[in-house]
């Protein structure tokens, strides 16, 4: 969220920040990020708090990031989700015997 933060601050600042000679692309994935974070990302982060909204928060968050019409801004949120996804699926065996067994 620190970057999403930066980068919204950066859009806002953008034509005062000419010292900084952004090139067009730069200018550009500026723009896209913030229109990504806008429309997608900043409703399931201010809902992230709720703890009940957490599971279909997530599987929300992956339908409309499919849907996304910049390709390239969604398949970078949907490696991201899936990167941090991962630890959380893997099941750890506990070091003590099951007492149903």
Request: some cysteine; glycine content about 2%.
């Amino acid at each position: 969220m620190q970057k999403a933060i930066c980068c919204l601050k950066m859009a806002i600042c953008l034509p005062q920040l000419h010292f900084l000679h952004f090139t067009h692309p730069d200018e550009i994935g500026i723009r896209r990020m913030v229109l990504f974070i806008v429309l997608v990302f900043a409703k399931y982060w201010h809902e992230a708090m709720v703890s009940v909204y957490a599971p279909s928060n997530d599987h929300q968050l992956t339908g409309v990031v499919k849907r996304y019409p910049d390709r390239v801004s969604a398949n970078a949120a949907l490696n991201a989700l899936y990167s941090l996804k991962a630890p959380m699926v893997r099941v750890r065996r506990s070091r003590w015997p099951d007492p149903l067994r």
